[in-house]
């Protein structure tokens, strides 16, 4: 679990409320239950519009779960089991390495070995592991823009909803005593929009992408791992080639 998401959001509304309260802002003329349905409804209703059900479903069902418990890789591990291989492809074959399958926690770089083992070539699996990188940043890219267009529709759905609160007040214009309160409760059905839009929906938007390009990445490492591997390259090869996708690789090259 990354709680690193859930501090960004709890420092924003403290940082916000509490700025507020020191310019003397009362926490009660913020909680609007009709600004808050106007703003949330509203927005839920634009961005399902424009989103496909598909789009909606895996945001919901997928993507929002990995905002707080993104898939784990570890890198350098994943360098060390393949360079592993790569000996044991090298002194064994690629059939010994079916052997080893069951001690790879990794289930992508398990189907590419699987399928090498079973005699595709190399070309093929690049062209199935690919395909499979291509569709999931494809499916995590369309969740994160459906994110980032209730971003787009949440300001201006707060604007709405402080005109339906201006109308409201106007009616009103009768008790002047009650106008400033009025207005002021209009207001906030805009601070709801802005403060949703650029304070959650478009933030986790860019979060669920960049999630996914660190996905991609990865697999792009073990893809990269397995066709050197299958070209019967020697262990230093393997680990010389895979070297740059593992953070730090530079400093320890400067180093050395």
């Known amino acids: 679990m990354n709680i690193s998401p859930i501090l960004a959001i709890i420092m924003g509304l403290v940082a916000i409320i509490g700025g507020a309260y020191w310019d003397g802002v009362h926490i009660g003329q913020l ?8 703003v949330i409804g509203g927005t839920v209703g634009a961005t399902w519009l424009g989103s496909t059900d598909a789009e909606v479903k895996h945001l ?20 060390e089991t393949m360079v592993a291989i790569a000996g044991v492809v090298r002194r064994d074959g690629m059939l010994a390495v079916e052997a080893k399958l069951g001690d790879i926690d990794n289930e992508f770089l398990k189907r590419g070995l699987r399928m090498l083992v ?18 999931e940043q494809h499916h995590e890219n369309n969740a994160g823009k459906v994110m980032e267009s209730a971003g787009g529709f949440a300001p201006t759905i707060g604007i709405l909803g402080a005109v339906l609160g201006l109308i409201h007040t106007m009616g009103n214009l009768s008790d002047p005593s009650k106008l400033g309160e009025g207005i002021a409760t209009a207001f906030v059905a805009t601070i709801y929009g802005v403060g ?8 986790m938007g860019n979060r669920i992408k960049k999630i996914a390009a660190d996905e991609s990445e990865t697999k792009n490492m073990i893809l990269t791992g397995l ?8 262990p230093r090869q393997v680990e010389e080639t895979l070297n740059p996708y593992v953070p730090g690789h530079h400093s320890k090259q400067e180093a050395a």
Do not use: C, Q
């Open 118 to 135: 079973d005699g595709h070539s190399a070309d093929d699996v690049a062209k199935v592991l690919e395909l499979d990188i291509e569709i």
């Open 227 to 234: 066709e050197v591997i299958a070209s019967g390259a020697n």
């Open 31 to 38: 909680a609007i239950p009709s600004a808050f349905f106007i």
């Open 196 to 203: 949703f839009a650029n304070m959650l929906f478009m933030p």
């Open 60 to 79: 919901f069902t997928k993507s929002m779960r990995r905002i707080v418990f993104p898939p784990k890789f570890d890198r350098k591990k994943l360098l």
